[in-house]
Structures are given as structure tokens and as C-alpha cells.
T-cell receptor, first 115, second 111 residues
Framework: EAGVAQSPRYKIIEKRQSVAFWCNPI?????LYWYQQILGQGPKLLIQ????????DSQLPKDRFSAERLKGVDSTLKIQPAKLEDSAVYLC?????????????FGPGTRLTVL | GDSVTQMEGPVTLSEEAFLTINCTYT??????LFWYVQYPGEGLQLLLK?????DKGSNKGFEATYRKETTSFHLEKGSVQVSDSAVYFC??????????FGTGTSLTVIP
């Protein structure tokens, strides 16, 4: 079974530029999560999708971050414009239905550096 | 708000030593509790979980017991190996299915 795929793996941009990250979850997984992990900290949930609907985006900085999962499969997270403090690893995870008994599977992450 | 607090690292142990990594949580009701591990150069992966009070999660010789009275989920292993060197994250899923991670504890096991 293929795991969670993310691209790109690394991205370096200047502040005020835009950037987009892509995630393809495990086939058949209804729930998809985007996390931000700043160096030395634990992952922070940005947004959670159930199929193509948003379940929770309370910690997403909506003035600059956006995410979509139009067909309930793959997802895109965008930052526009980027700030220095957005430098982090962006993790995508998926689970079959989002219940506590379901395991979240994480992708390798995209490391973003904002200069 | 809901949160997870885990012991500061880094932790350095000799092989075959006993390991405890403390984790306490703040949440209303009965959250589900998890330990995730990140080995060097790899992604996060679930190590063990407990979904109700007094449950014990176990995997690869690691154990953690969900203690509601002390709001704790401490990770233990009786005899660590060099291959256990990694960063360990405690996490909770609250009753609204929102996920919160601790800051992580780095473990290095020396031969």
C-alpha cells in the first residue's frame, strides 16, 4: 500500500512570495490533515478535511493560508504572502475516517524556508 | 484550551537502561491519547495509543497507561536499545476530534 505522498520535499522562497504544497493521501482515506511543525516544536494542526469538507480550521491563519480538497482526494495548501515565521515543515496526514481508533499516517513533509 | 505537556529533552541513556518519558494533558472529557515516534530521517509514525481511561497501549516493548486521575500518559520501556534513538511525541485527540501534539522529547541511546 502506498503511503501519503507530498511534494515538493523542499522549498526556499523569499518573504512575500507565494508557495503551494501538494498532498496525496492513502487511497480510500476520508480524513486528511495539514500540520505545521516549527523546528523544536510538535506538529500543530492547521486544517482537517473529512472528504472534501472542512472539519476544523481554527488554527489556520486565514489571512495568508488557504487549503482545498476539491474532489475529496488530494489536497493543496497555499501560503500567500509568506512571512519569515512560516519557515517550518508542513506535514500531511490521512486516516480512514478520523475516529480516535483510526491511525493517522504521515507523509514525509515539505520543508519550507522563507528568506 | 486543550494541550499536552511532555518532559523536556534531550534524554541520553545507556543501552538496556529503563526509560520513562512523562506526558500530562489538559482536556475536557475523555480524550484519546497517543505516542508518536520520529526516527532519524523518517516521518512520524504511531507508536501506541489508548482511547479510554485505564487502557494500556503497548508496542515494540514500549508501554503507556491512560491515567485519568493524574491526566497522564507516561511512556516506558524496560530496556532501551540503540535503535530506539528518536524523537517521541505525546498527543491527544479531544472529544471534538481535534489533535494536539506535545513538543517532543529527543532520546539518544548509547552503546
Amino acid at each position: 500500500e502506498a503511503g501519503v505522498a507530498q511534494s515538493p520535499r523542499y522549498k526556499i522562497i523569499e518573504k512575500r512570495q507565494s508557495v503551494a504544497f501538494w498532498c496525496n493521501p492513502i487511497s480510500g482515506h476520508a480524513t486528511l490533515y495539514w500540520y505545521q511543525q516549527i523546528l523544536g516544536q510538535g506538529p500543530k494542526l492547521l486544517i482537517q478535511f473529512q472528504n472534501n469538507g472542512v472539519v476544523d480550521d481554527s488554527q489556520l491563519p486565514k489571512d495568508r493560508f488557504s487549503a482545498e480538497r476539491l474532489k475529496g482526494v488530494d489536497s493543496t495548501l497555499k501560503i500567500q504572502p509568506a512571512k519569515l515565521e512560516d519557515s517550518a515543515v508542513y506535514l500531511c496526514a490521512s486516516s480512514s475516517s478520523g475516529r480516535p481508533t483510526d491511525t493517522q499516517y504521515f507523509g514525509p513533509g515539505t520543508r519550507l524556508t522563507v528568506l | 484550551g486543550d494541550s499536552v505537556t511532555q518532559m523536556e529533552g534531550p534524554v541520553t541513556l545507556s543501552e538496556e537502561a529503563f526509560l520513562t518519558i512523562n506526558c500530562t494533558y489538559t482536556a475536557t472529557g475523555y480524550p484519546s491519547l497517543f505516542w508518536y515516534v520520529q526516527y532519524p530521517g523518517e516521518g512520524l509514525q504511531l507508536l501506541l495509543k489508548a482511547t479510554k481511561a485505564d487502557d494500556k497501549g503497548s508496542n515494540k516493548g514500549f508501554e503507556a497507561t491512560y491515567r485519568k486521575e493524574t491526566t497522564s500518559f507516561h511512556l516506558e520501556k524496560g530496556s532501551v536499545q540503540v535503535s530506539d534513538s528518536a524523537v517521541y511525541f505525546c498527543a491527544l485527540m479531544n472529544t471534538g476530534n481535534q489533535f494536539y501534539f506535545g513538543t517532543g522529547t529527543s532520546l539518544t541511546v548509547i552503546p
